[in-house]
């Protein structure tokens, strides 16, 4: 029987933690089949674990399955099977425990992640702790973050653990990417999409346009409306106007048209309206904006 792991715990300085994410542990764990015990190696009081008592950790970690198939189970989830290009977010204080199943083999990754940033994320509901388990395909750019991060973890240049923390970033990231919006239908999905197209180019009024959407694919309009919502966290009207408020910005920036201009190649009902909606989101007519030094701009 062949065993193959890697994995090291990190001390964190007083500057590193000012960075507000950073990895605290990395590892790589290779099991040939039948191998007996999981894991191979022991790890920190308060990280390892045997299967009839699971674990609770206090920080987050992202684990990767590479290879293999196993299960997994936390307190808020039942037990489910898991297999090859399988990603968990483990959420501190959450009681949690998982392994290969026999003869199958198994290939894991982890990045164990603190500070303030993440933090911030997993208390504005990015991260629910009760969908753990993400099962998009393992894409060859999240293999490639994987093995960067297995460089840098082995090697530890200057400030290793803030850009193991940043890949973990990219890695979540590409994870809410693959990820459909929760209770949407593929198709549905799809159709948002399209929809988002139609906004950002449309001049009329996103909820008519949206509805004239709707209607050719033969779907409600409300129906389709919270679809809409609940996939871009806009409904159709607000993600028009911000899509038109970031044109303003880059006409206004970028170009020598007059408000009265601007406002009828993007479809406002008149220069007042534009005037009115712009100040309100930056607290300074266009005109005064325009004029700033673009530092200042934001």
């Not at 308060?46 to 684990?63: A, I, P, Y």
């Not at 460089?151 to 590409?174: D, I, N, S, Y």
């Not at 044109?247 to 009902?269: D, F």
Request: hydrophobic share 35%; aromatic share 10%; with cysteine.
């Amino acid at each position: 029987m062949k065993q193959h792991s890697f994995f090291s715990y990190f001390p964190i300085s007083a500057e590193v933690r000012q960075w507000e994410i950073y990895a605290t542990s990395f590892g790589r764990v290779r099991m040939e089949d039948n191998a007996p015990i999981y894991p191979p190696d022991r790890h920190p009081a308060g990280h390892h674990f045997e299967w009839e008592e699971g674990r609770t950790l206090t920080s987050c970690q992202l684990l990767c399955i590479q290879a293999g198939r196993g299960e997994f189970e936390s307190s808020l989830t039942r037990r489910v099977s898991i297999s090859a290009g399988t990603t968990i977010l483990l959420h501190p204080g959450i009681w949690h425990r998982y392994r290969p199943l026999p003869g199958t083999g198994w290939t894991e990754s982890w990045i164990e992640l603190r500070g303030r940033q993440i933090d911030r994320l997993r208390k504005n509901g990015l991260f629910d702790p009760t969908k753990p388990v993400h099962r998009p395909p393992l894409t060859l750019e999240m293999e490639q973050v994987w093995e960067r991060a297995f460089q840098m973890a082995w090697t530890k240049p200057p400030g290793f653990t803030v850009h193991l923390g940043l890949l973990a970033l990219e890695l979540l990231l590409r994870l809410q990417e693959k990820s459909p919006a929760p209770n949407v239908p593929r198709r549905i999905e799809a159709m948002v999409s399209q929809a988002q197209t139609l906004l950002s180019s449309a001049t009329t009024d996103g909820d008519a346009t949206i509805e004239e959407h709707a209607r050719q694919l033969g779907v409600g309009y409300s129906y389709f409306r919270r679809a809409f919502k609940k996939q871009t966290g806009f409904s159709p009207k607000q993600y028009q106007n911000e899509v038109r408020f970031r044109r303003v910005k880059g006409l206004l920036a970028n170009t020598a048209l007059s408000i009265k201009e601007i406002a009828a190649q993007l479809g406002y009902s008149s220069p007042y309206h534009l005037t009115k909606d712009f100040t309100q989101r930056t607290k300074t007519p266009p005109s005064q904006w325009r004029a700033l030094p673009s530092k200042r701009r934001g």
